[in-house]
């Protein structure tokens, strides 16, 4: 909503990034449980606050890059992504069993829509 009626200020204040270093601990924490890799239903409540976030924090422009270049800040909901959800993946992938691979393909394409497209390169 704020970013809706305030547009103007909402860019000009670069809001996005104060709201990232507040929203990136609390999303962090609530992460802290989950698994996964253990289906669907699982994903859902961390689906729908990552496509919040996404709608709050993300620019039309940011979803074209296709790398971060250094120096440069990374986009708002980029740092989200790299800070909450790819550690957690990481360690998901690593206990994960190649020789069954349905869960990590289904979990993939479950999240590709919501993923910054440098993140599944």
């Given at each position: 909503?704020?970013k809706?009626?305030?547009k103007k200020?909402?860019?000009e204040?670069?809001?996005?990034?104060?709201?990232s270093?507040?929203?990136?601990?609390?999303?962090?924490?609530?992460?802290?449980?989950w698994?996964?890799?253990?289906?669907?239903?699982?994903?859902?409540?961390?689906?729908?606050t990552?496509?919040?976030?996404?709608?709050?924090?993300d620019e039309?422009?940011n979803?074209?890059?296709?790398?971060?270049?250094?120096g440069?800040?990374?986009?708002a909901y980029?740092t989200?992504?790299?800070?909450?959800?790819?550690?957690?993946?990481?360690?998901?992938?690593?206990?994960?069993?190649?020789r069954?691979?349905?869960?990590?393909?289904?979990?993939?394409?479950?999240?590709r829509?919501?993923?910054?497209?440098?993140i599944?390169?």
């Amino acid at each position: 909503k704020l970013k809706e009626e305030f547009k103007k200020e909402f860019r000009e204040f670069e809001l996005q990034y104060v709201a990232s270093t507040i929203v990136v601990p609390l999303v962090k924490s609530s992460l802290t449980e989950w698994v996964p890799l253990a289906g669907k239903n699982e994903s859902i409540p961390h689906l729908t606050t990552f496509t919040q976030w996404k709608d709050i924090l993300d620019e039309e422009a940011n979803q074209l890059i296709s790398q971060p270049v250094a120096g440069d800040p990374m986009p708002a909901y980029h740092t989200l992504v790299w800070e909450c959800w790819v550690p957690v993946i990481r360690l998901a992938i690593q206990r994960w069993h190649s020789r069954q691979p349905d869960p990590l393909i289904g979990f993939l394409e479950l999240w590709r829509p919501l993923l910054p497209n440098w993140i599944l390169q």
